[in-house]
């Protein structure tokens, strides 16, 4: 065998064995004679193996102490990162779903991560139909204890038990929903990624607070479930700001037929002069007017999504928003599911309060 085949082997050899653990970061590898006779190679072998591995920031060597396991070692590789999508046309330009800009955002930081650890990311489509309860398990067949996979909330909760029974390492991403405690004993094995919501409405209604509103209201999807974390965010923060003022509506059941007349409706029974909104209301509208009258509200009622998508700064007036940090989110997703020793545990991420005219004190609209 040729020597430069031979102190590749050897290289490979060692390389992977500090990434099985063998040798563990921070400790010394044996001597070249010790090496040359664990691996049966000659000593003329393993010094230019050695180098290559020192080239490689993998060892360092310490003169008269010997080379050592860098602080890093060896990444292992995975084969890939699985990212799960409700359906098909998720990530379709002409999606109509919202949720679509945030999962590509997430999808983003995975395969940036991914592309620095040298292993490849799949998005993997579940239902045909984008039903939560229409799922194709053949799709999953795969899954299995080596498996590495992000899940996006709780719409995948009938593959909770799967997941959980085939050991695979899990990043599940989460929006502090009521769900939590139903599904505590699946997601306790898992690494979750949670958005703090409550927060963020806190937040939000202190921001407009500052800008001189007094009686903020909500106009949001689902808040009529019990302990909602959007409206449960925004009624403490109502307190901690001092007002006593409060006005909520769920907005479930309107369509962009009915919206407009539906907050026109909530305005005219609660008189606010701010209205934190849920992007999704906005969405499903044509706009051919501003935003204020699209939804019949006074051109001095100011408005704040709850939630940041594109549509926000191409309205008029431009949105201010609740942001989260989506792509930092998937980054970190990625990069614990690819070391070493997966380790279950929590870690909650804040939003940042994006600001734009709708929210803009009227000295401040003049000097853009």
Known sequence: MREP????????????DIANGLYRPGEFLPNELELAKKYAYARNTV?????????????????????????????????HITFLLPCADLLSETSPFISTQMTRRMLKGVSQVAFE????????????????HDINWNTLDFVNADSRLVVNGYWYRDLFPMLSK?????????????????????????????MDRLNAMETAVKF????????????????????????????????????????WLDTLAANDKTIGGIIAGFYKKNKFDALL???????????RHSVNHCLGLPENVKIMATREVSSNQMLFPSLSSMD?????????????????????????????VIERESTMLAAEQLSL
């Not at 650890?117 to 939560?132: I, K, M, Q, W």
């Open 5 to 16: 085949v031979k102190r590749l082997e050897l290289y490979e050899a060692i390389k992977r």
């Open 47 to 79: 010094r230019p193996a050695l180098a290559m591995l020192e080239d490689d920031k993998i060892i360092e060597l310490l003169k008269g102490k010997g080379r050592r396991i860098g602080p890093l070692g060896v990444r292992k590789t995975a084969t």
């Open 117 to 132: 650890y040298g292993c490849r990311v799949e998005a993997v489509p579940v239902s045909p139909t984008n039903n939560d």
């Open 166 to 194: 085939r050991g695979c390492r899990v990043a599940f991403v989460e929006n502090q929903a009521p769900d939590f405690n139903i599904y505590k004993d699946f997601i306790k094995e898992w690494f979750v990624l949670s």
């Open 208 to 247: 407009l607070t500052e800008r001189g509103c007094r009686r903020i209201a909500l106009a949001h999807n689902y808040i009529a479930e019990k302990d909602h974390p959007v409206l449960d965010g925004y009624k403490s923060g109502l307190a901690k700001c001092g007002l006593r003022y409060a006005a």
């Open 277 to 287: 909104l849920d992007p999704d209301l906005i969405f499903m509208m044509r706009m």
């Open 324 to 352: 989260f940090p989506y792509e930092e989110i998937g980054r970190i997703a990625a990069q614990h599911l690819l070391e070493d020793k997966f380790r279950p545990e929590q870690q909650i991420f804040s939003s940042r």
